[in-house]
């Protein structure tokens, strides 16, 4: 059953008249990119101060469908630095395991669109077939396979029995299968690495301005990781490897990415491992929270997500401050954007993984052949890919 | 913390009233010394901008800027406060730190704050706007 | 009328268009379209242009900047064109209600003919809600 059937067509929301990526273009380079954000814009700053903690808990998950774990990490991390508040081990666990799971689905996600973007449509089938699992995983433990609002301030909601644990690795082994299977498919592929080396290229210096955060920063060189750098929950005491690559071009963006799924995979089985006999409760019950102000943050799959939560004793926040990884990231596209040819920016902006929740994707090329829309910039693509084809097979 | 001691070596005189916790040192910055501190911690001390938040009070705006040092998972957070709350001015950062642009944009779209010297102060959030709402997260407020 | 409607109900071709989601719903549509869910067997695919759509899926709240293009769209698809609204969002605007980006009045911006609730809704019940709309223009 597999699908050879492309939708016509960008199959992110096109509003006609939305635009976001809007790039200038010299002949077919690109010289300058004006970035346009609004459309997604709810106002959850405004609304949080309006609701209680466990309340806000279920709004921030609403952020982001892709990453809807991470912001609830990052929040009650901030609600809990507070008061410096201890969460049980079991809770530890099962936090890292939701939020490495997480990263696993979402990376899959993102490596079947850049398989879209650049066309090889059976790599995104493929990707996104192997989500499925993972999702189930999600159904079988949260009970619902996105917006799972598990995370509670001082613990977790839900808890894994240890009789649920043994199918659960069982999922896992196909899927770490299946992914040694795309991993190799992708990086032994010629075409693909001549379309993507040296595409789309983010110094190191340039990730540094720009405060840029997660895989588009590790590809450039800029080695940090929340999970290391301040290791909260489980991530002390599991064992993981940061991946740091050094030239910034699309093709160590998706490097990064399928080595951070196989790492993850490995956070999981420990996780999965340990919850097996791990002892005590699953939430350390906050009654109060006092006057002050706390800083949580989380390494979500795009980069460090930071809440900013100031509290005045009452059981609301009176500011709640949330900065996405995905903010800091689309602005380099300024720098990575500039002087590549039209066929590659697609690629190129679908590198950085905008978070497409504070986003459209809706790309208008303005030069002097008039406004083209993003469904060109696809179909450029695509023939870039072709012609290399051609040249390397024959 | 003895460690913080070292860290704002250089700023003697710049650095306010300070409350410490476990990995965060939030200090109180003066205006005309904000571009010293955030040159000290980004350009000196290599830390890296996380965001910068706003937030009304009744002695005035205040902006805090979060910087974190990666290597030891430290945060510096520099606070300024406005006492001008009908014309609340301050100069930008964005000249030191190109990745506080959009931050800037923002808070002077939710809070009114005009960023002198930002390189381009155009609305972020609510460009193109059929009407815009007027200051949002202005209200008054008892801290 | 009605016998048009039974030939549109063979192979829809859908418009999506995201009105400030959280995108969940969004995936979740888009994975109908891989191998576990596959709704290509119905004739269902989406396509790039409003013009050539039977079916407009709305999903997210609908927010101030994104409604007067909404609009738009919905005044420039041929008709007959059914609104579809996937989610919580487009019914209620969930808990975004109280924003000050959002005009009170949700069935102020684009007049929706079928509900599909969830947060997000699972792509079986989206799938369900196909084949009650099938079954509608067939009659």
């Known amino acids: ?394 | 913390m003895a460690e913080r001691n070292h860290f704002l070596d250089g700023l003697e005189g710049k650095i306010g009233r300070t409350a410490a916790k476990k990995g965060r040192l939030y200090f109180e910055v003066a205006v005309k010394d904000l571009h010293d501190v955030v040159r000290h911690l980004f350009l000196g001390q290599g830390c890296r901008l996380s965001t910068a938040s706003a937030m009304e009070m009744r002695r005035g705006l205040e902006v805090l800027y979060h910087f974190s040092h990666d290597a030891t998972g430290r945060y510096y957070c520099p606070r300024v406060v406005l006492t001008d709350l009908e014309d609340p001015k301050m100069p930008s950062i964005a000249p030191i730190i190109k990745g506080a642009e959009w931050i800037e944009r923002e808070i002077s779209e939710l809070f009114g704050i005009v960023f002198e010297g930002h390189p381009w102060p155009e609305r972020l959030l609510t460009r193109d706007h059929p009407h815009p709402p007027d200051r949002p997260l202005r209200l008054r407020r008892k801290p | 009328m009605s016998w048009k409607n039974r030939r549109l109900a063979k192979s829809l071709w859908v418009f999506h268009a995201s009105a400030s989601p959280c995108n969940n719903c969004d995936i979740e549509i888009l994975d109908l379209l891989t191998p576990r869910y596959d709704v290509e067997r119905f004739g269902i695919k989406l396509v790039g242009s409003i013009r050539h759509a039977d079916v407009l899926l709305v999903t997210g709240i609908m927010n101030d900047k994104v409604a007067p293009r909404l609009r738009r769209l919905y005044e420039q698809a041929p008709r007959p064109v059914f609104v579809v609204g996937i989610g919580a969002c487009p019914t209620t605007r969930c808990c975004f209600k109280e924003s000050y980006n959002v005009s009170p009045g949700r069935g102020d911006v684009i007049p929706v003919d079928l509900y599909v609730e969830g947060c997000p809704p699972k792509p079986e019940a989206m799938i369900d809600a196909i084949v009650k709309l099938v079954g509608v223009l067939n009659g």
């Not at chain 1, 991470?70 to 630095?81: K, Q």
């Not at chain 1, 049980?88 to 979402?106: Q, V």
């Not at chain 1, 002087?339 to 902006?349: E, H, M, S, Y």
């Open chain 1, 1 to 394: 059953m597999s699908k050879t059937v492309v939708p016509v067509g960008p199959f992110h929301p096109l509003l006609e008249e939305a635009e976001f990526f809007r790039l200038h273009v010299d002949g077919e380079t690109v010289t300058d990119i004006d970035v346009d954000i609004g459309y997604m814009h709810r106002g959850h700053e405004f609304i949080s101060e309006r609701k209680t903690f466990t309340q806000s808990i279920f709004l921030v998950e609403r952020i982001c469908g892709i990453c809807s774990t991470s912001h609830p990490i990052a929040f009650v991390h901030a609600v809990e630095d507070v008061d410096d508040v201890d969460i049980p081990i079991r809770a530890a666990y099962i936090r890292t395991l939701i939020g490495e799971l997480e990263r696993i689905h979402s990376h899959l996600l993102w490596l079947g669109l850049a398989g879209h973007f650049i066309g090889y449509d059976t790599l995104w089938m493929w990707a996104w077939r192997y989500r499925e699992p993972i999702l189930e995983i999600f159904e079988t433990i949260t009970g619902n396979r996105n917006h799972y609002g598990m995370m509670r301030v001082g613990g977790v909601a839900r808890d894994v029995p240890p009789e649920a644990v043994p199918p659960l690795l069982e999922t896992l082994e196909l899927v770490e299968r299946k992914m040694d299977m795309i991993a190799k498919a992708a990086a032994d592929d010629p075409v693909l690495r001549t379309r993507l080396k040296g595409v789309g290229v983010l110094s190191r210096q340039a990730a540094v301005d720009y405060c840029a955060v997660g895989p588009t920063a590790r590809a450039s060189g800029v080695a940090i990781d929340v999970r290391k750098d301040e290791p909260k929950d489980a991530y002390g005491l599991v064992d993981f490897k940061v991946i740091v690559l050094e030239n910034g071009d699309v093709y160590d963006k998706l490097v990064v990415r399928i080595l951070e799924i196989v790492e993850s995979v490995k956070i999981v089985r420990q996780c999965l491992e340990r919850l097996k006999t791990a002892p005590g409760p699953i939430l350390n019950d906050v009654k109060e929270t006092s006057a002050g102000e706390g800083i949580g943050r989380y390494e979500a799959p795009r980069g460090e997500v930071f809440h900013y939560v100031r509290t005045d004793g009452s059981n609301r926040p009176l500011r709640h401050k949330v900065r996405a990884p995905s903010y800091v990231n689309i602005p380099t596209c300024a720098a990575s954007c500039k002087g590549i040819p039209l066929a590659d920016a697609l690629i190129t902006l679908a590198s950085v993984d905008p978070c497409y929740c504070c986003t459209e994707r809706a790309i208008h090329i303005v030069g002097e052949g008039g406004v083209r829309a993003q469904v060109d910039l696809a179909q450029l693509s695509r023939q870039k890919t072709e012609r290399l084809r051609r040249e390397i097979h024959g």
